[in-house]
């Protein structure tokens, strides 16, 4: 059960992380700058399946490289509720905490079923 309810936290917080994304860009906000050297700019980039062609293959191989690393490498430990993670899918690595530690047991298990709530 750990590994469905892991699997299923993370594809719901990648999910949530994809909508919004897609609404902050559809509201016209981007990132300064030029995205690479030949001076393509982030705002030239369209939004969502219609974005992929617009940068290099590169771009595309730099992408999935950086979520590998982080899948492999920083995300791991406390994946399974391992060695220090309070619950299966707890990614702080005993780096980031936010005021979750403060929090009473009552409303650690409230907010964790709104997360799984609404990533489904």
Not at 75 to 86: C, F, R
């Amino acid at each position: 059960f750990d590994r469905l309810r892991y699997v299923e936290i993370k594809h719901g917080r990648i999910a949530m992380l994809a909508v919004l994304g897609q609404v902050v860009t559809k509201m016209g906000i981007r990132l300064p700058g030029d995205i690479d050297y030949s001076g393509t700019h982030f705002s030239d980039i369209g939004t969502g399946w219609s974005a992929l062609g617009q940068f290099s293959p590169m771009g595309t191989y730099q992408m999935v490289a950086f979520v590998g690393f982080l899948e492999l490498f920083v995300m791991k430990e406390d994946a399974y509720g391992g060695p220090g993670s309070a619950f299966v899918g707890d990614f702080r690595n005993g780096a980031i905490d936010f005021g979750w530690d403060k929090l009473s047991p009552e409303a650690q298990t409230k907010k964790r079923a709104i997360e799984l709530n609404n990533g489904r």
